[in-house]
DNA sequence: CGGCACTGTCGAAGCGCTTCGACGACCGTG
DNA sequence: CACGGTCGTCGAAGCGCTTCGACAGTGCCG
């Protein structure tokens, strides 16, 4: 493995010289610039990625801490990943991949021991006790999702309340007064993932602004919870025309039930879901949806780590509007029915 | 931050005795060691990864190569993330996670710069290009799949010529004598991914001795492929009366399908099918299956470079054993009916 | 009781890079 | 033509750790 000095005798130079050829701050000749270029080529260098995060502070890797539970919205997870690792190398940076379950203490290890310039943290919770932890840290970090004291620390996350409110919109401006909400589990809930609560407090503010009559429920996972959940909607809320899914994976079981029981979509309900976009489409019936926007908060969230790298300023709170395509799952009601 | 000669001067000793008794890697007095130990609590002292690396040449971190393709399988990939990144932590490793699509240039990077003391790969293609490229890094690989050549590189994955055979087997022994094969999508054929072609030949075997008429088709993904899929099955192989599914997205369009045009599981049609257990759990049929053992394979991954890191031996092969789980989607067939 | 093998600790070198200050060469300016 | 300012390059220090050789002290053997 060659190293720096090597490069350098080969081009006949000093080791800073290609040190400053590499990172550019420094003026070169064009000249000398080519034959370190060579040399580098030639010999098939590469920095040590140690010695330079010993000399620089800087390691050019980041933390994305992630909820590795194997049950529902792996899926969305992957998406937010996939978008978190291609910005990260877009900036030159690489990954290092952290459990949730490490909690507070796999923060410290990694920000400690300086193996990351910055962390960005997904699935946080209303209280998350990593918050109080991560503001410790001399890096910064970027969270995916709205926990309730983040102050200072950025945020950047799909604009859940607007969604529900885009939603109701939606139904109502077709004629639906009466609409059901068929919320995540109540796991989820308990946990107190904060986009559940936003969502729902979105529904129940825009449901009071239209004058909607409203149910909201949380659905347990499997064909049954979605039963007892349909039912206990119908149940408080006769006619319900249509109903709002926060809930990917109640969606197919739901689709199953209404059809079983001979209630079609959208004749007889209308939905509007939200969820990832192929997930939508994929259903027999293809869902008029407000998509779940993984791949540009992951984006948006490396590129804000960065600018606080480069103390560039930032917006400490980034809510992504929400945006709703058609796709024939909402039907007009005709006054009458209203 | 606190470096290792602050512990020492608080603890009145060298920085190489604090360094030897973090490594264990000299005698310490019982005495010396606490009083170490005291300040490096008491200063919350983390060594510097850049510079252990730098000194020591190892970095602790383990390298993941996932296929962060957005389709299918997402669920499976994760699982054998989560066991990767557990695994690596038991082991006081970290997971420095890479995309498939950086192809060679990625592993090179993070080899040549020293980011890495290993790497895993998943998702390995038969003539995968990257197998020649790990041969020439210092720093050992291991596989989780198994291409043509790799010789000289360790791999760990489930058997799937034994699961064809154990899935068979079972169908077999239950009096099935026409049997479909209901594959991957064409996609994962022409991608060449190794299990593919695997399973097939294990069928392919498995169904000649066993004296068993059989026919095997791949399947696209949605609700039209598997129709067509199953039509052309039925066309080659009229009653037919059991089917093995090496296709998890094809599962619950399949069972839709089946139950509308009223055949029903495992009455008319036996089922077993490889995918991951809650899959097979999670259907409206539970099925019998033969897990992918996402899981043991990651374990057993992050192991095996644990091994080649301490210079142990390690098999360079190691196929893990399908079981099968029976869940009541395969019936005794009469031998009347046979 | 001299010599030897440990045991426990220290000091210094060195891992490969970045960065700062220094400095010669060269330019334009008054 | 002398002077200040850039430009381009170098040398050396230092980042924080590991590790090797050295060495004082101790216990044991012959």
Partial sequence: MPTINDVARAAGVSPSTVS?????????????????????AELGFHPHAGARALASSKTNVLALVAPLRVDVNVPVIMQFATAVVTAARAHNHDVLLLTKDEGTAGLERVAHSTMVDALILMDLERDDLRIPALRRLKQPSVLIGLPAD??????VDLD??????EALGHLAAHGHRRIGLVGPSPAVYKRQTTYADRFLSGFLEASAELELRTVTHPCEPGAAGVRDCLADIDAQLPGVTALVVHNEEAL????????ASGRRVPEDVSIVTICPRDVATSMPVTLTSIDIPAHDVGTLAVETAMRLLDGRRVEYTRLLAPSLVERGSCREISPSHR
């Avoid at 197919?252 to 059809?259: E, K, M, V, Y």
């Fill in 20 to 40: 400053y050829v590499l990172s550019g701050r420094r003026p070169i000749s064009a000249e000398t610039r080519a034959r370190v270029q060579a040399a580098i």
């Fill in 150 to 155: 983040h102050t200072g620390i950025a945020c």
């Fill in 160 to 165: 859940f309340a607007a969604a529900a409110r």
């Fill in 252 to 259: 197919r079981p739901l689709l199953d039930l209404l059809r």
